[in-house]
């Protein structure tokens, strides 16, 4: 690849926010008939954080967003591009232009990326794409959803699964030798899409005011998911992705330092590293803390394990994501920070 680049991209920094509003599996159990035991045992899941009333998807990508401008030590004015991947907008026309404005991005361009729980990957290839064809410098990537707006609070099979969140990461250019976005594997699969979703719920306009507007109009539901397909889709197709695009990298298992899923489920993140024969100790988990932070999850475990120092300088980090859509995608990336 980085003989076809004018320039190489790095991620030069991460920043990530949640929620005050800590809901333990306990607390659960007094909305839907469920127990700590199962949730842990199926999911390892322990708590998730849900965003107050008077907080934003837009506030908490904000907070991640100027983390990661502190740690970077850059302005935002230096921001040339923010690509905001989040599937719970708060204005159906996109929330990235909020953000540009909150954090005084004020000389970036910035727009949504809809792709649930794979939105962070495809936005980091985005970006890439911008950087290493020489058309920006300095790119924002957030993550970030507040699914709890959008759960089926009495859906006992779902509500238990979700967390809110935001993660940033601030991709920069760097000479082509110092490159370090590796490659990436992306995949849709449309045909499943309604095994996950949040459906627009369509129905005729009640309006007299003239005869031509006999249109549909209509509103979102809730989440409805198969966990079972969502479960077998996740172990088969995720392993296939990352060993696809190790290999056209010519990377071997044993070389990968940390191994980085959409933090969906324990079981998921062990049984794709398994098929890997990649040790569960190079597996990043948080889920324990926050459950499934959609387009979040991934910056959001990202940001934990760098201020855990658990990554080091030139460690191989593969990258994956997956959820609705449906959409899965791998990016391989060395740790240059
Ligand atoms: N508490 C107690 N019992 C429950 C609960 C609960 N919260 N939820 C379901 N059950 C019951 C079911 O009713 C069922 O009972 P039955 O046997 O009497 O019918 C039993 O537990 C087993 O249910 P299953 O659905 O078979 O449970 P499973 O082992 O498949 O686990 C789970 C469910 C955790 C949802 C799993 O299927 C899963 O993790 N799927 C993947 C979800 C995922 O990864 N999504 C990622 C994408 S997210 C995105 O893109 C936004």
Redesign the pocket.
């Given at each position: 690849m980085e003989s076809s680049i004018m320039q190489g991209a790095s991620i030069l920094a991460t920043g990530s926010a949640v929620p005050d509003l800590c809901v333990s599996n306990q607390t659960l159990s007094q909305i839907?008939?469920?127990?700590d035991d199962?949730?842990v045992t199926?999911?390892g899941i322990k708590e998730r954080r849900l965003v107050a009333k008077d907080q934003s998807l837009v506030d908490l990508a904000a907070l991640a967003s100027t983390r990661a401008l502190n740690k970077a030590s850059i302005s935002p004015l230096e921001i040339d591009l923010i690509i905001l991947a989040t599937?719970s907008p708060s204005d159906l026309f996109g929330s990235a232009s909020k953000l540009q404005a909150t954090i005084s991005a004020n000389n970036a361009i910035a727009f949504d990326l809809t792709a649930?729980?794979s939105g962070f990957v495809l936005g980091i290839v985005t970006a890439t794409q911008f950087i290493q064809n020489g058309s920006y410098k300095n790119i924002l990537v957030v993550g970030a959803d507040v699914?709890s707006r959008w759960t089926d609070w009495s859906d006992?099979?779902?509500c238990?699964?979700?967390g809110d969140g935001a993660g940033a990461a601030i991709l920069q250019a760097c000479p082509r030798h110092e490159n370090g976005i590796l490659g990436f594997q992306l995949n849709t699969d449309g045909n499943k899409s309604d095994q996950?979703s949040i459906a627009y719920q369509e129905h005729f306009a009640k309006t007299s005011l003239h005869e031509i507007l006999n249109i549909k109009q209509g509103f979102f539901q809730q989440?409805t998911?198969n966990?079972?397909e969502?479960?077998k889709f996740?172990v088969s197709k995720v392993p296939a992705s990352i060993s696809k695009c190790l290999q056209s990298l010519n990377i071997s298992s044993e070389q990968v330092n940390w191994l980085l899923l959409?933090q969906?489920?324990e079981?998921?993140l062990n049984a794709v590293a398994d098929r890997l024969s990649i040790p569960s100790s190079k597996l990043i988990s948080n889920l324990e803390k926050y459950g499934?932070t959609?387009a979040a999850s991934i910056p959001l475990a990202l940001d934990e394990a760098i201020k855990e120092d658990k990554i080091k300088f030139n460690d191989l980090i593969v990258i994956s994501g997956?959820?609705?859509g449906l959409t899965w995608g791998t990016v391989i990336i060395k740790w240059k920070c």
């Amino acid at each position: 690849m980085e003989s076809s680049i004018m320039q190489g991209a790095s991620i030069l920094a991460t920043g990530s926010a949640v929620p005050d509003l800590c809901v333990s599996n306990q607390t659960l159990s007094q909305i839907v008939d469920t127990s700590d035991d199962w949730i842990v045992t199926r999911t390892g899941i322990k708590e998730r954080r849900l965003v107050a009333k008077d907080q934003s998807l837009v506030d908490l990508a904000a907070l991640a967003s100027t983390r990661a401008l502190n740690k970077a030590s850059i302005s935002p004015l230096e921001i040339d591009l923010i690509i905001l991947a989040t599937s719970s907008p708060s204005d159906l026309f996109g929330s990235a232009s909020k953000l540009q404005a909150t954090i005084s991005a004020n000389n970036a361009i910035a727009f949504d990326l809809t792709a649930a729980c794979s939105g962070f990957v495809l936005g980091i290839v985005t970006a890439t794409q911008f950087i290493q064809n020489g058309s920006y410098k300095n790119i924002l990537v957030v993550g970030a959803d507040v699914l709890s707006r959008w759960t089926d609070w009495s859906d006992r099979s779902t509500c238990i699964l979700f967390g809110d969140g935001a993660g940033a990461a601030i991709l920069q250019a760097c000479p082509r030798h110092e490159n370090g976005i590796l490659g990436f594997q992306l995949n849709t699969d449309g045909n499943k899409s309604d095994q996950l979703s949040i459906a627009y719920q369509e129905h005729f306009a009640k309006t007299s005011l003239h005869e031509i507007l006999n249109i549909k109009q209509g509103f979102f539901q809730q989440i409805t998911m198969n966990g079972k397909e969502v479960y077998k889709f996740a172990v088969s197709k995720v392993p296939a992705s990352i060993s696809k695009c190790l290999q056209s990298l010519n990377i071997s298992s044993e070389q990968v330092n940390w191994l980085l899923l959409h933090q969906a489920n324990e079981r998921i993140l062990n049984a794709v590293a398994d098929r890997l024969s990649i040790p569960s100790s190079k597996l990043i988990s948080n889920l324990e803390k926050y459950g499934n932070t959609s387009a979040a999850s991934i910056p959001l475990a990202l940001d934990e394990a760098i201020k855990e120092d658990k990554i080091k300088f030139n460690d191989l980090i593969v990258i994956s994501g997956f959820g609705a859509g449906l959409t899965w995608g791998t990016v391989i990336i060395k740790w240059k920070c």
